[in-house]
């Protein structure tokens, strides 16, 4: 299923050729930490150094927007998702919006046959 697209954030997958141009795809989600998340993130604020409540946050979040990626990358036939990147922005102020595109490609072996590669 979608575990098996290909995610590169290069524009070709070395030993593969680009059979075919689906187009411009992404996965997001949006995230907020509870009230008493953002409490004890905002006493380890104080303190200074490394906020690990919002560091866990965001790698789940970019975790499930790749995910949702890989998923309609799937939707479409694609086997490869090619230049990909992951942009984030505020909505209100306790919210984050990850979210992760790229372009949605059927990718072949150089021999021929279609093999997707697993580079993550």
Do not use: H
Not at 55 to 66: C, E, G, H, I, S
């Amino acid at each position: 299923m979608s575990n098996d697209i290909s995610v590169v954030t290069s524009n070709y997958v070395p030993g593969y050729k680009i059979k075919e141009i689906k187009g411009l795809i992404w996965g997001l989600t949006i995230r907020s930490r509870g009230l008493g998340g953002n409490i004890v993130a905002g006493l380890r604020a104080i303190g200074g150094g490394e906020i690990k409540e919002y560091v866990t946050l965001l790698n789940k979040a970019r975790d499930d927007a790749l995910d949702r990626l890989k998923a309609e990358a799937n939707k479409i036939g694609a086997n490869a998702v090619i230049d990909v990147r992951f942009d984030s922005s505020d909505i209100a102020q306790s919210m984050t919006e990850i979210v992760a595109y790229g372009t949605a490609v059927i990718i072949e072996k150089e021999s021929g046959k279609v093999q997707p590669v697993s580079l993550r």
